[in-house]
């Protein structure tokens, strides 16, 4: 088992920055493709970006692509959301996940999640 803690969320304005850390713990880090989901009250949780397990490859949503950056630190067991351009549709609460399959962007492929960590962008 892996065992996820998100940090780095906050209150920004539209254009600033921001960079989300999710620290693994457990298991091998180089096990797990990883991935970043967010969701709003009420809806339904959305993929924004996942890297695979050692190759560095990365998948974005259409929504994030060119803004936000997705990477990984194995000698940390961290991965990162960097988050450059916000907009106020950004605001969510953004996950952390971890999975033992392929990377993918489908929620329900991912077994281990973060508690979430608040992302709020004003306009």
């Known amino acids: 088992q892996v065992q996820l803690v998100e940090s780095g969320g906050g209150l920004v304005q539209a254009g600033d920055s921001l960079r989300l850390s999710c620290a693994a713990s457990?298991?091998?880090?180089?096990?797990?493709?990883m991935a970043w989901f967010r969701q709003a009250p009420g809806k339904e949780r959305e993929f924004v970006a996942a890297i695979r397990r050692t190759d560095g490859i990365t998948y974005y949503a259409n929504s994030v692509k060119g803004r936000f950056t997705i990477s990984r630190e194995y000698v940390k067991n961290t991965v990162y959301l960097q988050m450059n351009s916000l907009r106020p549709e950004d605001t969510d609460v953004y996950y952390c996940?971890?999975?033992?399959?392929?990377?993918?962007?489908?929620?329900?492929?991912?077994?281990?999640w973060g508690q979430g960590t608040q992302v709020t962008v004003s306009s």
């Open positions: 457990g298991r091998t880090f180089s096990t797990y493709a």
């Open positions: 996940a971890a999975t033992e399959s392929a990377a993918a962007t489908n929620r329900h492929q991912y077994n281990y």
